[in-house]
């Protein structure tokens, strides 16, 4: 499997109202949060790109900024203007 297929089935996988950081997603599939990023870059908008979040719960500024806006919609625990990592991170089980 291709580093995209992996960020692809790791994104899937968050369910709606949780989140991931990059570096969480390269934990799980073996990458660096960097290469994560760029993965993501090259997947589609079907994706639930929103859920992807930087390490310090700071959705991301991509698609004209849309993403706090659809984690609200998600009822993701925020802290402010950052998802409340504490709460909402994603706990993949080994």
């Known amino acids: 499997m291709s580093i995209i297929e992996d960020v ?7 369910p709606a109202g949780f989140v991931a950081s990059y570096s ?4 799980r599939i073996g990458a660096g949060p960097r ?9 589609d908008d079907s994706m639930p790109w929103w859920r992807v979040v930087y390490a310090d719960g ?3 500024s991509c698609q004209n900024r ?10 993701t625990p925020m802290l402010g203007e950052r998802v409340d990592m504490k709460r909402a ?4 089980v080994p």
Not at 24 to 27: C, E, S
Not at 89 to 92: A, K, S, V
């Open 8 to 14: 692809r089935e790791a994104v899937i996988a968050i």
């Open 24 to 27: 969480d997603i390269g934990r």
């Open 35 to 43: 290469q994560v990023g760029r993965a993501m870059s090259l997947l």
């Open 58 to 60: 700071t959705p991301a």
């Open 66 to 75: 849309r993403a706090p806006g659809l984690l609200n919609d998600e009822g």
């Open 89 to 92: 991170r994603q706990r993949w």
